[in-house]
């Protein structure tokens, strides 16, 4: 959205916003860098980085509250469970919802008068088109120009990206996202040795549940992990190649809503107002892992 907008096939926005939840794959914040320099920039955009914390950092800092991440759990009685995701409201909505605030004149807690918004552009292709929603504030109403204006799916976004020398983007979601599919584990694993033993780290130290659930005397009864299988993330199968892995390989890119999510994970990682995680709600509650 943001080339089209440069490009002026779709209107010039006033502002592109990215939610940092300080924990994204190096590739994407190169590829944020590059976005800017070659494309928002020259175009006059600014690019606002917004940002409410490292939640990484913030799941290990025993002195510091934590949105809980959608972690898979192994009760002590064997029944599998997940945990309660907020990170995406706490680390992608709440930071956006306080720059448009800023921006519009009205910072948190000054009434914003009714009639006052922005329009905000939300990219969802014509093959996730379930997933537009309507923002849940009066001062943000979504617009979704790549169904609405282009009536563009996946494929073609690919398309246009490939034109412009960007067939290798990224997708965007943190590093450690219990939502990844087997295929972006392996791609961690097999192209970036350090991000891997970062993550795999990561699943170590969260077994027991996050650190302030655990300084506060709310613990886990029972075990945390980032892997589906609830295993731990080194030792996790996810070099098993399913049906919509093979499907993928011999390019039927998009193999629809039924792909399977235990390969391909989150469709198109974490957007702040379509992520895949609000239709994986968990069954289960939050073990005391969101204080
Ligand atoms: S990418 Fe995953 S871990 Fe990160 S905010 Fe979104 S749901 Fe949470």
Redesign the pocket.
């Known amino acids: 959205m943001l080339a089209l907008s440069a490009e002026g096939i779709l209107p010039k926005v006033d502002y592109a916003v990215f939610a940092d ?1 300080g924990w994204e794959p190096a590739a994407v914040y190169k590829h944020l860098d590059r976005l800017e320099r070659e494309i928002a920039k020259p175009a006059g955009i600014p690019i606002l980085r917004v940002s409410s914390g490292n ?1 990484r950092k913030d799941a290990l800092d025993p002195d510091h509250r934590f949105a809980s ?2 972690l898979y759990i192994l009760n002590k009685d064997g029944r599998p469970g997940m945990t309660r ?1 907020q ?2 409201g706490e ?2 909505i709440k930071p956006i919802k306080k720059k448009v605030r800023e921006i519009l004149g009205y910072p948190y807690p000054v009434r914003i008068p009714k009639g006052v918004f922005v329009e905000q552009w939300v990219g969802i292709s014509t093959d996730e088109f379930h997933r537009a929603k309507d923002a849940d504030v009066q001062y943000m109403r979504n617009r979704h120009p790549l169904i609405v204006d282009m009536d563009w799916s996946r494929t073609d976004c690919v398309r246009y990206l490939t034109t412009l020398g960007l067939a290798d983007t990224p997708k965007s ?2 590093l450690g ?1 219990p ?1 990844h599919g087997n295929a972006q584990w392996r791609h961690i694993r097999d192209t970036s040795p350090s991000e891997w033993d970062n993550v795999v780290e990561f699943d170590a130290a969260i077994r027991k549940g996050n650190a302030r659930a655990n300084a506060t005397g709310n613990r886990l009864l029972g075990q945390a992990f980032l892997h589906r299988s609830r295993v731990p993330l080194g030792e996790a199968p996810i070099d098993h190649v399913t049906a919509a892995e093979w499907a993928q390989r011999q390019g039927e890119l998009g193999t629809g809503p039924d792909a399977d999510e235990l390969e391909q994970g989150v469709a198109d ?2 957007s702040p107002w379509a ?1 895949r ?1 609000t239709d994986a709600e968990p069954a289960q509650d939050d073990y005391g892992l969101a204080s």
């Open positions: 939840t939640i991440m959608p995701r990170c995406t680390y992608k979601s943190c996202c939502f990682g974490c992520c995680g």
